[in-house]
């Protein structure tokens, strides 16, 4: 079955530290990627995308993601977090264009 | 230009009752699928209609209903409430239903069932 996974249910880092955001996914073939943030009591904004192409990928607020295709993962990355990063963080992927499957979510605490 | 609304914000519902919660997509998107979001879980994906047809259907029961007007603007119906329908259900837009697209979420309503 198509799932997505997000292995940490919550990571704490400081600020003005790196962040890497664990993403798998299960699928017959390569769906289509995203990430998503959400803050508390609101709706999901995009952060960054990969349909195809380059693997690396560059989004909004910093954040970048590495599609490697042998490990079936889609991890986020941000070299220095900023307290505002504090959020709810949410990997998903779509085949076919029309149902998009989220993970879990990973929670982000920034600690000063 | 606006983003995707929803309306109402809030509401308050008895077991039993029935729930109509409305979403207007982005203008010149055609597509609007609906998703539930239970307290500490990622979106569950409800609806997809596209050109007011239903184009994908997630793994929820049938008190779930949905629909598109002529002007691309959706309900989604939940009948019978149950104590765990109690969430939060976002909206989605997209230009197109299938292919790569990016689908942008509306704030959600936020559903409680007492």
């Known amino acids: 079955a198509q799932s997505v996974t997000q292995p940490d249910i919550h990571i704490t880092v400081s600020e003005g530290a790196s962040l890497e955001l664990r993403c798998n996914y299960s699928y017959g073939a390569t769906p289509y990627l995203f990430w998503y943030v959400q803050s508390p009591g609101q709706g999901l904004q995009l952060l960054l995308k990969?349909?195809?192409?380059?693997?690396l990928v560059q989004g909004i607020k910093g954040f970048e993601a590495e599609f490697k295709r042998s490990q079936s993962s889609f991890n986020l990355r941000k070299p220095s977090v900023h307290w505002s990063d504090a959020a709810e963080y949410f990997c998903a992927a779509m085949e076919g264009g029309f149902k998009t499957i989220f993970g879990a979510g990973t929670r982000l605490f920034v600690k000063a | 230009d606006a983003g995707v609304t929803q309306s109402p914000t809030h509401l308050i519902k008895t077991r039993g009752q029935q729930v109509t919660l409305r979403c207007s997509p982005i203008?010149?998107?055609?597509?609007v699928s609906w998703y539930q979001q239970v307290l500490g879980q990622g979106p569950q994906f409800i609806f997809q209609?596209?050109?007011?047809?239903?184009?994908g259907r997630g793994n929820f029961p049938d008190r779930f209903s949905a629909r598109q007007f002529p002007n691309y603007s959706s309900e989604l119906n939940v009948n019978a409430l149950l104590l765990g329908d109690s969430a939060l259900y976002l909206c989605?837009?997209?230009?197109?239903?299938?292919?790569?697209?990016?689908?942008?979420f509306g704030p959600g309503t936020r559903l409680t069932v007492t």
């Open positions: 989605a837009s997209s230009i197109l239903a299938g292919g790569p697209v990016e689908q942008y």
């Open positions: 209609y596209y050109e007011k047809e239903e184009r």
């Open positions: 990969y349909f195809s192409g380059d693997t």
């Open positions: 203008s010149g998107h055609k597509s």
